[in-house]
């Protein structure tokens, strides 16, 4: 079973849309979880951060979380050109140790048409 | 801002040859990571280091990789004698003691074994 699960897409929006980006993940425990964006042959650039259910904004962007059904969304509005790119979904795995790695999921490439 | 360094960007060698990618992750910071990603394919974690010890480490982690901090500012990832397999992107990640599940990438170094 896949730890993290997002679809590859491509997800093609005009520009001013709303993209959404979907991700599940298989650890019921986990706790931390991350949208990160990739443009190609670029390494990935954190955007956003959530830990609780429900609902985080932070300008165009909006991330949701259902630990319930361990599903995390990521919502850009007003979708610009400069959007696209790879949305990589992460989740965070703490040890015991205090040491942290992510998981990532595939990536969703979002193309923003102008 | 500061942000995490790697060196070099891209390098080129042959098939058993040993290689020294090197990172200077945030000052501040006590966590750090190595992270792989081949061409077309996610990002996956090779190891954590904190307190100048590995802390976890991935299956792809073997005996031919080791890390090292061997001074007060770089983070390197040794790959003793390459395969072709080991091509891909490398990016090492840093995390301050009072966030540690947010990491930082960066840039990477694009590793090609022929």
């Known amino acids: 079973q896949k730890e993290v699960e997002q679809n590859s897409g491509p997800l093609s929006v005009p520009e001013g849309a709303i993209a959404s980006l979907n991700c599940t993940y298989s650890?019921?425990?986990?706790?931390?979880f991350f949208w990160y964006r990739q443009y190609s042959g670029k390494s990935p650039e954190l955007i956003m951060s959530i830990y609780s259910n429900g609902d985080k904004e932070d300008g165009r962007f909006t991330a949701q979380l259902n630990k319930a059904s361990q599903y995390v969304s990521l919502l850009i509005r007003d979708s610009q050109p400069s959007d696209s790119a790879t949305y990589l979904c992460?989740?965070?795995?703490?040890?015991?140790?205090?040491?942290?790695?992510?998981?990532f999921g595939t990536g969703t490439r979002l193309t923003v048409i102008p | 801002e500061p942000e995490v360094t790697q060196t070099p960007s891209h390098q080129v060698t042959q098939m058993g040859q040993e290689v020294i990618l090197r990172c200077v992750p945030i000052?501040?910071?006590?966590?750090f990571y190595w992270y792989r990603q081949i061409l077309g394919q996610k990002v996956e974690f090779l190891v954590s280091?904190?307190?100048?010890?590995?802390?976890?480490k991935s299956e792809i982690f073997d005996d031919q990789f080791s890390v090292e901090r061997p001074d007060g500012s770089n983070f390197t990832l040794k790959i003793r004698s390459t395969k072709l397999e080991d091509s891909a992107m490398y990016f090492c990640a840093s995390s301050d003691p009072h966030t540690t599940d947010t990491q930082y990438f960066g840039p990477g170094t694009r590793l090609t074994v022929l």
């Open positions: 992460a989740v965070n795995k703490l040890y015991q140790t205090g040491a942290n790695n992510l998981f």
């Open positions: 650890d019921r425990g986990s706790q931390s």
């Open positions: 280091f904190y307190n100048n010890e590995i802390s976890e």
């Open positions: 000052s501040n910071h006590l966590y």
